[in-house]
């Protein structure tokens, strides 16, 4: 599985100075730390998120290699990618489509900067409908 960042997204995403951080892109599937609340509905949304670089991620469990460094994802969201991904920048609309050769993944790709967040994480907590 790869993914490509092109060179507007990449512009656009050095405002949260990714090399200095760990990036995860994230399905929402109520699944993890990030996810408050998940959905009952199986309605996921995809989101880059920026933690700090040494945080404990273990939900976060396979390595993606980039042109902007590794990206983690949870194992068990990997059939909601595709083999080849691609994420853009859209200037018209300030949107971050994630992109297949096979399908647009989402039109705008949700970017979260929690590195300077003091996280609560509780990997214990299950989410129940």
Same mark, same amino acid.
């Given at each position: 599985?790869?993914?490509? !960042? ?9 405002? =949260?100075? $990714?090399?200095?951080? %760990?990036?995860?892109?994230? !399905?929402?599937?109520? &699944? ?7 959905? #009952?509905? /199986? +309605?996921?949304? =995809? ?5 700090? @670089?040494? /945080?404990?991620? $273990?939900? =976060? +469990?396979? @390595? /993606?290699?980039?042109?902007?460094? +590794? ?7 990997? &059939?909601? !990618?595709?083999?080849?991904?691609? &994420?853009? !920048?859209?200037?018209? =609309?300030?949107?971050? $489509?994630?992109?297949? $050769? @096979? ?21 214990? %907590?299950?989410?129940? #409908?």
């Amino acid at each position: 599985m790869d993914i490509t !960042f092109t060179n507007r997204a990449v512009e656009r995403l050095q405002r =949260y100075n $990714p090399s200095a951080k %760990k990036m995860l892109l994230d !399905f929402d599937d109520g &699944v993890g730390p990030f996810s408050a609340v998940g959905s #009952c509905s /199986l +309605d996921g949304g =995809y989101r880059l998120i920026f933690v700090k @670089k040494d /945080l404990a991620t $273990p939900d =976060y +469990d396979k @390595k /993606l290699t980039s042109n902007l460094g +590794d990206v983690f994802i949870k194992e068990h969201t990997a &059939v909601q !990618f595709d083999k080849e991904m691609e &994420v853009r !920048f859209n200037p018209q =609309y300030f949107t971050m $489509p994630l992109v297949s $050769p @096979k399908r647009i993944l989402t039109s705008n790709l949700e970017v979260l900067d929690l590195s300077d967040t003091e996280l609560n994480l509780q990997t214990d %907590k299950a989410h129940d #409908c």
